[in-house]
């Protein structure tokens, strides 16, 4: 057996092994529930389902990318023509996107604070003339 053959072999066992795996994972995921907040119930009632459907996950997207890998290093008639080699180029790129970024995401910044209208009429300086009304920061109540 050549080593063409020996590499096709090996690539087309990850990406047997990284299918199934997924394919567990989609199962034991489930659709995601359109009512956030009862999707985050769901998620806290199975706190060690989610981590390990999550981590197998990430570990088919890894033997996808190590498969294609092998298949672009082989040498073999799948990589010979631009219209084959560039599915194999994209298959570890669409995995590498998913994985979130390893520095700390900024926090949000925050929302800047309501209008205030200043009235000039008083003498010595200017005092705020209307004031958000408590159930509603968008309704003005005059002071």
Same mark, same amino acid.
């Given at each position: 057996?050549?080593?063409?053959?020996? $590499?096709? $072999?090996? /690539?087309? #066992? =990850?990406?047997?092994? #990284?299918?199934?795996?997924?394919?567990?994972?989609?199962?034991?995921?489930?659709?995601?529930?359109?009512?956030? @907040?009862?999707?985050?119930?769901?998620? @806290?009632?199975?706190?060690?389902?989610? %981590?390990?459907?999550? =981590?197998? #996950?990430? @570990?088919?997207?890894?033997?996808? %990318? &190590? /498969?294609?890998?092998?298949?672009?290093?082989?040498?073999?008639?799948?990589?010979?023509?631009?219209?084959?080699?560039?599915?194999?180029? &994209? &298959? +570890?790129?669409?995995?590498?996107?998913?994985?979130?970024?390893?520095?700390?995401?900024? +926090?949000?910044? +925050?929302?800047?604070?309501?209008?205030?209208? =200043?009235? /000039?009429?008083?003498?010595?300086?200017?005092?705020?003339?209307?004031? +958000?009304?408590?159930?509603?920061?968008? &309704?003005?109540?005059?002071?």
């Amino acid at each position: 057996m050549s080593r063409t053959d020996t $590499r096709m $072999r090996v /690539a087309g #066992a =990850w990406l047997a092994i #990284a299918s199934v795996l997924l394919g567990f994972v989609l199962v034991g995921h489930g659709p995601i529930h359109p009512d956030l @907040a009862l999707q985050m119930h769901i998620i @806290a009632n199975n706190v060690t389902l989610w %981590v390990v459907v999550h =981590w197998a #996950a990430a @570990a088919a997207l890894s033997l996808f %990318v &190590v /498969a294609s890998l092998i298949v672009l290093t082989a040498g073999s008639r799948l990589t010979e023509h631009w219209s084959t080699l560039s599915p194999w180029a &994209v &298959v +570890p790129v669409g995995a590498l996107w998913t994985i979130p970024p390893p520095w700390p995401r900024p +926090p949000p910044s +925050p929302m800047p604070p309501p209008p205030t209208i =200043w009235r /000039a009429s008083r003498p010595g300086g200017r005092s705020p003339k209307a004031r +958000p009304t408590d159930s509603c920061s968008c &309704v003005w109540r005059l002071s």
